[in-house]
């Protein structure tokens, strides 16, 4: 993974990371809950385009 892509996923799921804690913080339960969720989802995407550029460039 390229040194800009990795930080474009670090630096927004550290955003996720923080609204959760905002929300908490707000008193806003739901939407803390809804952003967890995202937040999950998206670390899981960043590691799932990790190994897929991992794969590609052990084939070539």
Do not use: D, H, Q
């Amino acid at each position: 993974m390229s040194k800009p892509l990795a930080l474009l996923f670090a630096f927004i799921g550290t955003l996720l990371l923080a609204a959760i804690s905002l929300f908490i913080a707000l008193r806003m339960p739901w939407m803390a809950v809804l952003c967890s969720l995202v937040a999950l989802g998206f670390i899981g995407y960043g590691f799932a385009v990790k190994a897929k550029i991992r794969k590609k460039n052990t084939r070539s």
